[in-house]
């Protein structure tokens, strides 16, 4: 799967933050086409933000990770 190792890809930590974000103006507006009450909306918006919140959470905890060197990543035992 090149998704979880391309930094760009469909699955990047970026694009799912949008992701999650693109699900609230989609509840917004297809909640009223749908003729679902507006505390239903609410919910659909909720799932939004409270997916954004763990992926906040990794990105946090991946700015905070050391730099990997080259030879380290590949497992060389030669990597200074």
């Not at 507006?29 to 959470?57: H, K, M, N, Q």
Request: aromatic content about 10%; glycine content about 12%.
């Amino acid at each position: 799967m090149q998704g979880f190792t391309d930094r760009h890809g469909p699955l990047s930590l970026g694009n799912q933050m949008y992701y999650s974000a693109g699900v609230i103006p989609l509840a917004v507006i297809c909640g009223p086409i749908r003729g679902i009450p507006i505390y239903w909306t609410l919910v659909d918006c909720s799932f939004g933000v409270f997916g954004a919140i763990p992926l906040l959470y990794v990105l946090r905890l991946i700015r905070q990770r050391p730099p990997v060197r080259a030879g380290a990543a590949r497992g060389d035992s030669m990597a200074v």
